[in-house]
């Protein structure tokens, strides 16, 4: 059965400073990795996606992700944190070559303070 | 916005009665897929169309079901509810089911007193 954890309930960074959420996974093969944003009263906005190739993944807003094989990990990123990305996180996994149930980690909170 | 719709967005019944939801996907999409969403189960998948046919099946309750119809449109039906079944649903759609993105509609928010 795939599997993600998202070990940080909420992470706290200050304006300007670098972020990281912290994503790892367990799926049997090759794995589909997604993270979405989710802010208060909206629903899941998708941020960007691993499938393939470069395992520096480059998306929405600024977002980076990094993929890790060996430590089966996909961690977010942000160079320069703004007061405005604070929301809930989601990563997510999908085996590839399977029906497309999309597991999701429990999120992660991310506060960003002046 | 994602371009997938749902109506309605609030919804207040009571327990042992049933409710539609609806979902239009993003233009083009062919594939609709269903979510819960609860404080204690987090985000959970409960199944998947696509082109009118039933795909993947996840943790959904026998006293829900769905469909899509011709015009690609999603429904999902939950009958004799329970104060547990009180969540958001969410709504997802992508172009074919394969590897590609799910794009998510802002949800419906359910509550069973």
């Known amino acids: 059965a795939q599997s993600v954890a998202q070990p940080e309930d909420q992470v706290n960074v200050a304006e300007g400073n670098p972020l990281t959420v912290k994503c790892t996974y367990s799926?049997?093969?090759?794995?589909?990795l997604f993270w979405y944003v989710q802010y208060p009263n909206r629903g899941l906005q998708f941020l960007l996606k691993y499938i393939t190739g470069d395992n520096l993944v480059k998306g929405s807003y600024g977002f980076e992700a990094e993929f890790n094989k060996s430590q089966t990990s996909f961690h977010l990123k942000k160079p320069s944190a703004l007061v405005s990305d604070s929301a809930l996180y989601f990563c997510a996994v999908r085996a590839s070559g399977t029906a497309s149930k999309l597991t999701f980690g429990t999120g992660t909170r991310l506060q960003v303070t002046l | 916005d994602s371009g997938v719709t749902q109506t309605p967005k609030h919804l207040i019944t009571a327990t042992g009665q049933r409710v539609t939801l609806r979902c239009s996907p993003r233009?083009?999409?062919?594939?609709v897929y269903w979510y819960q969403q609860s404080l204690d189960q987090g985000l959970q998948f409960l199944i998947q169309?696509?082109?009118?046919?039933?795909?993947a099946k996840g943790n959904i309750l026998e006293r829900f079901s769905a469909q899509q119809f011709p015009d690609l449109h999603s429904e999902l039906n939950l009958s004799s509810l329970e104060l547990g079944d009180s969540a958001l649903y969410f709504c997802?759609?992508?172009?074919?089911?394969?590897?590609?993105?799910?794009?998510f509609g802002p949800g419906t928010r359910l509550l069973v007193l």
């Open positions: 169309y696509y082109n009118g046919e039933e795909r």
């Open positions: 799926v049997s093969g090759n794995p589909y």
């Open positions: 997802a759609s992508s172009q074919s089911g394969n590897q590609e993105t799910q794009y």
């Open positions: 233009s083009g999409d062919l594939s």
